[in-house]
């Protein structure tokens, strides 16, 4: 089938070459000519496992372009992908200016019956304002072409976004025409034929379903987060009240982990996007209120450990910071929780040397030129004349250091581990101070 996808970030890239993949025909359109002529000359713009290798197998087998001439792209599609951002605006609601903006453009050059897909998370009631945008552009030009919309929102995991879009667990379909959702079964049927993974309901369910799931998410972290607080405080350890919910299978052990904050382009902006939705209608969701505020106090943690550590004051202090992306295997720094910490060290007067797998680009591009801020070349380099270590992202890299040299190295000899990744017996049999999160025995 022909299939244009608009948007090539995370989202979008890896939705058409993932349809490309399984033989589908399918044009890639993006404003930004950078990132398009970058793709069409094999340069992948963002890390993603697995990605850029098949982007270039399918692209060389001429099954997957990349343009910015949204009107050649629209014609001739049968399907049409909407997979542009839909950040924060001033007050935390979904901005739907680019999303609106490509349902204008498909309206102005459409000329064959099609299916618009919207992909981008988006708030209750998007699909009218899709279907009301690209009918007025049709109006506008006396033009009558059949078109039909569907919300698919895309649940796929930054740093293993391949592997999710192949094999999904579901793939959603909010829809008011059967001919429509046949459609996109048709185009999603490679991606399911173990088994039946449609779940198949109306826009609006299909539209709160992604917001659901992800307000779910956050509240499961800011959950664990509250008890690491309440933990610590008592001298319990919440890595062992973990274990001990987790193995409730009511509970289980996904999504559980205590640590320095969520970020990400999602869950942030998803939450707050959804409680100001329901502010909206009347609701005041008192819940993810407190999901939010939770963790805008947990991504301050670390910071707030360092400094009880020195007795309040770490100007001059050098932090050796382990991890910048928002989690391991992406290069992503969007509301990364290393970003209020380095925020943080800074506001006090300390000095950073970091490192991170897949991130420094990115970190080059938002905090280059700093004194205060050395971008090293792997993780060794970081502790030159550090005080303190900070693991923020736990990269697989990170997990098992040489403690014993690490005493050895920090002027300081104390560590601070954001994610729980190290046993704080061997850490401390080092010779090494440690401090994680909720962590009450290290107290
Ligand atoms: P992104 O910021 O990485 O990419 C958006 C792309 O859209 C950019 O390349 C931008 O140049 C392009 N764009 C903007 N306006 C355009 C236009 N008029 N025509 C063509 N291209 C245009 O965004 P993303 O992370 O891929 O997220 C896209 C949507 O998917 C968002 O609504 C997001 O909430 C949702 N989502 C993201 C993830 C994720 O993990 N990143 C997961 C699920 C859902």
Redesign the pocket.
């Known amino acids: 089938m022909r299939a244009t996808v608009?948007?090539?970030?995370?989202?979008?890239?890896?939705t058409g070459t993932c349809l490309a993949e399984v033989g589908h025909q399918v044009t890639c359109?993006?404003?930004?000519e950078a990132?398009v002529a970058g793709l069409r000359n094999g340069i992948v713009?963002?890390f993603e496992p697995g990605l850029a290798p098949m982007v270039l197998a399918n692209h060389g087998a001429g099954r997957l372009d990349f343009t910015?001439d949204?009107a050649a792209a629209i014609k001739g599609a049968e399907v049409i992908f909407i997979?542009?951002?839909?950040?924060p605006d001033e007050d935390g609601s979904?901005d739907l200016q680019?999303?609106l903006?490509?349902a204008a453009?498909v309206g102005r050059h459409l000329s064959d019956p099609v299916v618009v897909v919207n992909?981008?998370?988006?708030p209750v009631g998007t699909a009218d304002k899709v279907r009301a945008a690209i009918s007025a552009e049709l109006a506008a030009r006396g033009a009558d072409v059949r078109f039909e919309v569907v919300s698919n929102?895309?649940?796929?995991?930054?740093g293993a976004?391949v592997n999710d879009c192949m094999r999904p667990d579901r793939i959603v379909l909010g829809a008011r025409s059967a001919t429509a959702v046949e459609t996109m079964k048709r185009l999603y049927a490679p991606f399911t034929r173990s088994h039946e993974r449609f779940v198949v309901m109306d826009e609006r369910s299909a539209e709160l379903t992604?917001y659901a799931a992800?307000a779910m998410l956050a509240t499961k972290i800011s959950f664990m987060n509250e008890m690491a607080n309440i933990a610590e405080r008592v001298g319990a350890d919440i890595e062992q009240v973990r274990q001990g919910i987790g193995s409730d299978p009511r509970i289980g052990y996904h999504f559980i982990y205590p640590g320095a904050g969520y970020g990400?382009?999602?869950f942030p902006?998803?939450v707050q996007a959804l409680e100001r939705t329901a502010r909206r209608h009347g609701y005041q969701a008192g819940l993810l209120q407190a999901v939010e505020a939770v963790n805008d106090r947990q991504k301050h943690k670390l910071a707030e450990l360092a400094l009880r550590h020195f007795g309040g004051d770490i100007a001059g202090k050098t932090f050796a910071v382990w991890g910048l992306a928002f989690k391991p295997n992406t290069d992503?720094m969007?509301e990364a929780a290393s970003r209020s910490l380095l925020a943080d060290l800074w506001q006090a007067g300390a000095k950073v040397r970091a490192y991170d797998p897949e991130a420094m680009a990115e970190t080059r591009r938002l905090f280059g030129g700093r004194a205060d801020l050395v971008l090293c070349e792997d993780p060794s380099d970081t502790l030159e004349g550090a005080d303190a270590l900070v693991l923020v992202t736990e990269w697989k890299a990170f997990w098992s250091p040489d403690f014993p040299a690490l005493a050895r190295t920090l002027r300081e000899r104390v560590v601070f581990d954001g994610r729980n990744v190290w046993d704080p017996v061997q850490v401390e049999a080092a010779g090494l101070a440690y401090y994680g999160i909720g962590r009450g025995r290290s107290l």
Do not use: H, M, Q, W
């Open positions: 608009f948007g090539t970030g995370y989202v979008g890239l890896v359109v993006d404003v930004d990132k713009p963002i910015t949204a997979a542009v951002g839909t950040p979904a680019y999303v903006a490509v453009t992909k981008s998370t988006v929102p895309e649940f796929l995991k930054e976004a992604k992800n990400g382009s999602c902006k998803d992503d969007r």
